[in-house]
């Protein structure tokens, strides 16, 4: 009888406290999620909005349209004009551990083919951003580029190549083109024949979404 007495305060003092513990835990899972859609996007003069204001760009209406699918989404461009893989690589570490996103969006490689960059080394910082980016335990989009077939058949092959091999790991997802329907219309490019106009920026977002909504539901 005594026993059961000495269990019975025992347990009159610890299950409020377990109850407690669980609803800390079930707290903290609670607010996880909420880093995990920070979505961080690494690119250059395309995601940077050139010639235009930053609001009109391609990345913060991916912003605004994720607002209305969830409030929780926070959409960091890093994005610089005319970075290359290499530049985008040197920055990566601090920006993921500044911003622990649960996904990062890679829009780098154009200015690398575009100044003949060595393929390998395209290729070496694209593969180095990747794992870089796992390793935060972030998924990953790649978004495919290419460059005008005057540099050349094995040169453009090799380039094109290059974000299919970056994208091989089951937690990274290449995009089509980004400029898909776009770098082949005057009409949508700026004066100098490089840049997407204001007017694009919505055709450049169709293209890209799909892979990142696929990815936002996976984590």
């Not at 999620?33 to 920070?38: F, I, R, T, V, Y």
């Not at 790649?142 to 540099?151: G, H, S």
């Amino acid at each position: 009888m005594i026993i059961k007495r000495f269990l019975y305060r025992i347990l009159r003092v610890l299950l409020p406290a377990g109850l407690l513990f669980l609803c800390l835990a079930s707290g903290a899972r609670a607010l996880q999620p909420a880093a995990q859609h920070s979505i961080l996007v690494v690119g250059d003069s395309i995601s940077a909005a050139y010639g235009m204001s930053l609001e009109q760009g391609w990345v913060s209406l991916l912003a605004e349209h994720l607002q209305t699918s969830g409030p929780d989404n926070q959409v960091i461009n890093a994005s610089i004009s005319g970075e290359t893989t290499a530049g985008g690589l040197r920055r990566l570490p601090e920006l993921l551990d500044r911003h622990s996103p649960g996904l990062v969006i890679i829009e780098l490689g154009a200015n690398d083919g575009m100044r003949g960059y060595p393929i390998a080394s395209l290729r070496a910082n694209l593969d180095k951003m990747v794992e870089l980016s796992l390793a935060a335990d972030a998924r990953v989009i790649i978004l495919a580029m290419e460059i005008p077939p005057n540099y050349g058949a094995r040169y453009t092959a090799a380039f094109r190549e290059s974000f299919v091999l970056a994208a091989s790991d089951p937690r990274t997802s290449l995009s089509p083109f980004l400029l898909d329907g776009v770098a082949t219309n005057p009409e949508l490019m700026q004066a100098d024949g490089i840049h997407p106009t204001a007017q694009a920026q919505p055709i450049l977002l169709a293209n890209a979404l799909p892979t990142i909504e696929a990815a936002l539901a996976q984590q």
